[in-house]
């Protein structure tokens, strides 16, 4: 079974900080796909990032910086300097060819709502 | 190149009624997914079609849904009759091709049921 586990529901800090948003992933599959979302205040789901399952190397985008491990199975978030328009839901989600069907089917996690304080 | 698009935004009803959700995916897109997210919880998979067959409907949670998505374009998602634990938001996908690697989010329907 697939399954995606974010342990932080809520997180606040002050602009400028730091903040990691953690995600832990299960899945028997050795091809799989690793996701992240925003959500803003306004509702739609934002594409972040995609990850292959056998691309281990780590990606920054901006401020966006995302770690990949594995021998873990996690896929961390880091927003560095963060502000106030990163406020939002935050998921991260998998996508794996479970039990022979077609790619199709994306597992969530419940998301970690950001606060960032000004 | 316009988003996926759905509505209603909002649609709020009675215990019983029947409510019709409309997606309307990337233009040329042939994969369109419904998802659902209740109170708090993670987003969870309904189904999914390519063109205008199911290719996945294992995670419609009883036949009071009915997914359609005549000629391979816009889809509706129907519940009826409405239950006080269908309240949520209702999220629409779409993907390109056969490797539905990037799905393309629509801004959800919120549904509330009295």
């Known amino acids: 079974a697939q399954k995606v586990t974010q342990a932080q529901t809520e997180i606040s800090v002050v602009e400028k900080e730091d903040v990691t948003l953690d995600c832990v992933y299960e899945?028997?599959?050795?091809?799989?796909?690793l996701f992240w979302y925003k959500q803003p205040p306004s509702g739609e789901l934002v594409f972040l990032i995609r990850?292959?399952?056998?691309?281990?190397q780590n990606e920054i985008s901006g401020r966006y910086s995302w770690n990949f491990q594995k021998s873990t199975s996690s896929f961390n978030f880091t927003i560095t300097a963060s502000q106030v328009v990163d406020s939002a839901v935050y998921f991260c989600?998998?996508?794996?060819?479970?039990?022979?069907?077609?790619?199709?089917?994306?597992?969530f996690g419940q998301g970690t709502i950001l606060t960032v304080h000004p | 190149e316009a988003g996926v698009t759905q509505f209603p935004s909002h649609s709020v009803i009675e215990k019983g009624q029947t409510v019709t959700l409309r997606c309307d995916p990337i233009?040329?897109?042939?994969?369109l997914y419904w998802y659902r997210r209740v109170m708090g919880k993670e987003i969870k998979f309904l189904l999914h079609?390519?063109?205008?067959?199911?290719?996945?409907e294992s995670g419609m949670p009883n036949n009071r849904f009915l997914a359609e998505r005549t000629g391979g374009t816009y889809s509706t998602l129907k519940v009826q009759p409405a239950e006080l634990e269908d309240s949520g938001v209702y999220f629409c996908?779409?993907?390109?091709?056969?490797?539905?690697?990037?799905?393309?989010f629509g801004p959800g329907t919120r549904l509330t049921v009295t």
């Open positions: 996908a779409s993907s390109q091709g056969l490797s539905s690697y990037e799905q393309y």
């Open positions: 899945t028997r599959d050795t091809t799989y796909y």
């Open positions: 990850r292959n399952s056998f691309d281990e």
């Open positions: 989600a998998l996508l794996s060819n479970a039990g022979g069907t077609s790619y199709g089917k994306l597992t």
């Open positions: 233009s040329g897109h042939d994969n």
């Open positions: 079609f390519v063109k205008e067959s199911k290719q996945d």
